[in-house]
């Protein structure tokens, strides 16, 4: 659906939006699942990879644990929580 | 999905859960009120007044309500605001899960539990609540864990269930076991300052699975009890979940399938996510071993020790707190020598190795990875399986539990 270049909106949530000090950015010149990741983890270090370990990335909507994956329009970066 | 996009609260009323509800088998176990006058099919008309004149609501909501029956998994933060509040809107039958005793440190958030609670069961104090706000309900109690051996009996009993428990194995669990039967699932989650809740029903769209697919290793998402949790977020979170409760058994509104809605209270804002199904997902077909799958291995002989054994030869080990200080000060067991985890690779040298080390924590996490790191190092070492909280629940109940 993407082409390889192309950009993606992506938002933070929770942890991922404490990680990143923002809730949401367009990210240029990445093309798959696997690129992302390893920009974020680059720009915002050890706290941003911890959300990734555990976190869910969801393309489009749909979760991805492919890192091959064709980025879409949107990536939404969810830790999951446990506390009741 | 036949239930969005829709405009008027009256034709949002998708009306599905009438084939989940059944009116004639949940009125059939309603009581008599206290008076002798059988009322099971009229609901207190001024009592429920300012929600049945609400639009799309009126009558046939309200008598949907008093027919259903809610399983509450957890009588906790969440538990704690849905209770009451399903209770007060009127649903019918109520159980309520939980294995654990009201403690000190949850009553700045877990208001249906008061002081004098304090040591007796969570499902006896929130079942004592429903009394005074619902003399009518029926209050059922499970005063035990979630299994895959007794879920699917205790669910039987029930049209919708409530997750707000505070462990990944649990919710695995119950998500696996609504799927199969095809009941709605209203889960809950908090963290700190924030929260999510969302929908899970196996025939109208995507699951916690979808949403979730591998829970995350043991120890990388904060509990409560080591990370903390603002008070309100419970209340924000347990209001979402029940008046998702309220439109799914009434067939008001759209319910929050296929869409998680997070909730930040430092920002004080909302925010909504849409997802769909994993692709990827393999069916539920069965239930599993959910402690296994969430990487919860039983306690390693080799590697940990048991609060009981601990406690017949304190004297002959060398015991090494790993814990913050303000967690030191609220409890803590006698002879401990204090080495925060963080400064624990520094201060090695003053760990007595003359006689065998034991290492805890709070609840044995920490621990693990503080003995992992003793070995590397030449010092053999074994951890207190379940931390301090195990040697308050197990040896000694006056050390204070937080």
Same mark, same amino acid.
Request: without cysteine.
């Given at each position: 659906m993407a082409e390889a270049g192309s950009s993606v909106v992506v938002r933070y949530f929770a942890a991922a939006s404490e990680a990143a000090g923002l809730e949401e950015e367009r990210i240029e010149g990445t093309a798959t699942v696997g690129e992302l990741r390893a920009v974020l983890v680059e720009r915002y270090g050890e706290a941003m990879a911890r959300v990734l370990a555990s976190g869910s990335f969801l393309v489009d909507g749909v979760v991805s644990r492919d890192d091959s994956r064709a980025l879409g329009a949107r990536v939404d970066v969810l830790p999951p929580f446990a506390g009741g | 999905m036949s239930f969005r996009g829709h405009t008027s609260v009256a034709s949002r009323s998708y009306r599905a859960f009438e084939a989940t509800a059944p009116v004639d088998r949940a009125s059939a176990a309603r009581p008599t009120s206290a008076s002798g006058c059988?009322?099971? =099919?009229?609901? =207190?008309s001024a009592r429920f007044a300012r929600q049945i004149v609400l639009p799309g609501f009126g009558d046939a909501a309200q008598d949907r309500l008093t027919a259903s029956r809610v399983l509450v998994v957890g009588a906790g933060g969440l538990g704690s605001t849905v209770i009451p509040t399903i209770a007060g809107a009127g649903v019918g039958t109520i159980g309520i899960v939980d294995d654990d005793v009201v403690e000190t440190s949850n009553l700045h958030r877990q208001l249906v539990h008061g002081t004098d609670d304090v040591g007796r069961r969570k499902v006896d104090s929130a079942a004592d609540r429903v009394r005074e706000l619902a003399p009518d309900a029926t209050v059922v109690r499970h005063p035990e864990r979630l299994t895959a051996a007794n879920i699917e009996e205790i669910l039987s009993g029930y049209d919708l269930v409530v997750d707000g428990s505070d462990n990944f194995p649990t919710r695995y669990l119950v998500n696996d076991a609504t799927t199969l039967a095809d009941l709605p699932s209203v889960w809950g989650a908090v963290s700190q300052y924030g929260g999510q809740v969302g929908v899970s029903w196996a025939s109208r769209g995507p699951q916690y699975r979808d949403l979730f697919p591998t829970p995350p290793p043991p120890g990388s998402v904060l509990s409560c009890a080591v990370g903390g949790v603002l008070p309100t977020t419970v209340g924000v979170i347990g209001s979402l979940m029940a008046t998702e409760v309220i439109k799914i058994i009434t067939g008001v509104g759209d319910p929050l399938v296929g869409r998680v809605t997070v909730f930040d209270g430092l920002s004080g804002g909302f925010r909504e996510l849409a997802y769909g199904a994993d692709p990827d997902a393999r069916p539920v077909t069965e239930l599993i071993d959910y402690d296994a799958f969430c990487g919860i291995a039983p306690a390693d002989a080799a590697t940990t020790i048991s609060a009981e054994d601990l406690a017949s030869r304190l004297d002959d080990v060398t015991l090494v707190d790993v814990r913050e200080p303000w967690e030191a000060a609220i409890a803590s067991l006698p002879g401990a020598v204090l080495l925060p985890l963080g400064e624990l690779p520094s201060r090695l040298d003053e760990i007595d190795t003359s006689r065998p080390a034991v290492v805890y924590c709070h609840r044995g996490i920490r621990s693990a990875s503080a003995r992992e790191h003793l070995e590397e190092n030449g010092i053999d070492a074994v951890h207190l399986d379940g931390g301090i909280d195990a040697w308050s629940r197990l040896v000694d109940p006056s050390i204070v539990r937080y």
């Open positions: - | 059988d009322n099971r =099919d009229m609901p =207190d």
